[in-house]
Every structure is written in structure tokens, then in C-alpha cells.
């Protein structure tokens, strides 16, 4: 397998630098603005593929010990970008292979479609019709199991929106999605959501904006919890409001971000009925001419399908750094730190448990000539839990090359 991948790799850096020598002139010619082809390919070491606490969980899990593994993930696929007159298409189709070097039975993929139609009516009314589709491996430190799980989404909705010339505008949309997952295991996870949205904003000037908005989700689930001796369906209303602001400074400088309040019933199920306050904000700010720093925060009431478990409070907190280096040679650092409360069903009796997740990523990205880029990455990510057996930690290191035609 390893001779494969190193195989492989030879063969998509020849295949890509012969791109580089012979698609430069013939781009603007045959392919111009409208279809945009990329090719990439990266190899990757992850210390700890399954996200275990250690040797001994692994066993048991897989009947093997070895923590570690290389994976090769080779992508291909298209944006396509048309516009006529005042209307846009906007399409994408990325298709990814994703193969281990030892544990080849996580062997995967990733695919992915999505498409957009912008409609303008008289320069004031915008109308958007938009679809995706992706089946992707679901995290690994989502869930545990020795089989890979595929989670299928599809998205579909249409909005319209109207600005006036005085800064006030109106916006209602529509959006159905349903998940899947190929592990029947989870099957009692699958879903079908619909979501109505309104918002009413005011546009204080060019570069800065205030809304407020209305959101209802209608989740219904395809099988039931088993909840004493009876089997239940967790259907579900969701309503949110939230009220936020943007405001531009200067093209590298700006803040959003909002606050809102959420409020969801289950029927019959209503000892899982919950609600509280739910939030974001970001920054960026270009400290000098080639330094620029980006600061996030979030904090989400996540449903959880768990029996004993009715719903998480998530608070996310992020900084960044990005500095270029030359006008070829880009620089970042990232870190991510999130906190996970699990709230419980009242008298269930399972014992609390709260999570405190890291991730720190930092990355190179060279840019030799035009279109092609070279990338060098290391990635640390770590989860401490109440329950240490979902303790665990993992060291990454990726270097991958990307042509887009």
C-alpha cells in the first residue's frame, strides 16, 4: 500500500507539472472565467487515527495497537461561475479519495455538490435558489467504532430579499436538509429539518449593517428512543431570534457577530424541552501591511441524541495569525478551544460530563507560480473529559500540492 501511495504521488506531481507547463495560455482560451478546474493531492501523518486515550482502548476497539498511520487524500473537481446580464450561476463538484497506508479498511472518500442561482429583479429584489450534496467520513472524535460512518447531507432552499435605497431591507428564505448515516447503528440519528428564516436589516452605511431575525426549525426523525418501555420519536421545534451587526473599517479590518436566544420543545418527549442564550462574534484586524489577526467567539445549545443526554452548551473560542511572509511565501497560526456541558434528563442518574477540546494548527503555503500552491502544515488537537475514556491526543503533519487551471 505504501508503494502505491508513492506511486501515486509521483504520478499527480508529473501529472501537474505537465498542467503547469502546457495550460497556462490555453486557460483563458478554452476554459476562461466560467469553468475553474483544481487538482490537488497531500499526504498526512495522524498519531492517533481513532481518537483513543491509548494502547489499550485501541485494542479493544480495532484488535490492533498501532496508533498512528499515513493517509493519502487526493482531490479533484470544478467551479463553474456564468453570469448573463445581472443574473449568476455559481456550481461546485469536488470529488476526494481519502487511503490509509496500514488501516486500509478506513479507506473513504468524500463528494460533493453544490449550486447556486442568484436572480436580481430590478436591481432591488434578489432572488437565490440554492442545493448541495456531500457524503463525507464523520469525525473521528465524534463517535466511537471501528467502521468508518459516512454522513450524507442534503441541503435545498430558495430566499428573496429586497433593499430599499434609504438602507432598509427585508429577507425571507426557506431550507429543507436531511442527514443520513451508513453505520445502522445510527440510524436513530437520521433526520429531515425545515427551516423558515425572516429578517428585517438596516444598512447605517457602505460598509456597516444591523438586523434582526426570526428562525423556526421543524426537525422530525425517521426512527424513535427507546425512553422506559416505550419507543419515542425526539421530533422537535426550534425557535431562535437573534440581532447582530457588521461593520467594515478598512478592507483588512472588520467586526460581526450577533446574539440570540434559543428555545426548543420536543413532543411528546418534553422532559427534553430546553432554551438559553446562543451568540457569535468575529474580528479581524490588520495589524501591519503583511500581518493580520483574526479573533472569533460562539456559543451554541447543540441537540444531543443520547438517551440520558438532552442537549450540550458549547462555548468556542478562536485566535489567529496570518502573516505574509513574500509576495510568494504565507504564514499561519490557529487556535481553537472549545468547552462541552452536557445537560442530562433530570433524575436519569448517568454521571455528568463536560469536555475541553484544543486544536492548534499551524501552515506554510507557497505559491511558486501562478495557479500552483505548496503546502506544509502541523496540527495538535486534544480532548479532556469527565469521562477520561474519551480523553485523548494526536499530533498531525501534512505536506500537499494544489493546481487550480
Known sequence: MLRFTVRALRCVVAVLGALILFAGDARADLLGDTLKPFASVMEMYDSNVFRVKDREQLRQLVGDDRMGDFITLASVGTAVHYTLSMQELDLLLRKDFIRYSHYTGQDTGRDEASGRLSLNVLDSVKIGIE?????????????????????TTSRYGISAGYESTTGIGVEAAFRRE??????????????????????????????????????REERDYHEGV????????????????????????????AVSGHIGYLERRYSPLSSRDYSGLIGKAEITYGLTAKLGLVANWERQLVEETYTDRIYSINDLAGVGLVYQISEKLKGTVLERLSWKDFVDVPGSGVAPRS??????????????????????????????????????????????IAYRF
Do not use: M
Request: one cysteine or more; a negative charge; proline letters at 5%.
Open 131 to 151: 442545493g448541495s450534496y456531500t457524503l463525507a467520513p464523520q469525525p473521528r472524535a465524534d463517535f466511537r467504532g471501528a467502521d468508518p460512518n459516512e454522513v
Open 178 to 215: 436531511e442527514v443520513a448515516y451508513s453505520l445502522a447503528e445510527l440510524s436513530a440519528n437520521e433526520y429531515t429539518a425545515d427551516y423558515y428564516s425572516g429578517t428585517l436589516s438596516y444598512r447605517i452605511s457602505p460598509g456597516a449593517k444591523v438586523y434582526a431575525s426570526y428562525q
Open 226 to 253: 427507546p425512553v422506559g418501555a416505550r419507543t419515542l420519536k425526539s421530533d422537535n421545534v426550534g425557535d431562535s431570534f437573534r440581532i447582530g451587526l457588521s461593520k467594515r473599517f478598512t478592507p483588512r479590518t
Open 355 to 400: 469536555d475541553f477540546i484544543q486544536d492548534l494548527s499551524a501552515g506554510l503555503e507557497w505559491a511558486p507560480c501562478k495557479r500552483l500552491t505548496v503546502n506544509l502544515g502541523y496540527q495538535y488537537s486534544t480532548r479532556s473529559s469527565d469521562d477520561d475514556t474519551y480523553d485523548f491526543i494526536s499530533h498531525g503533519v501534512t505536506t500537499g
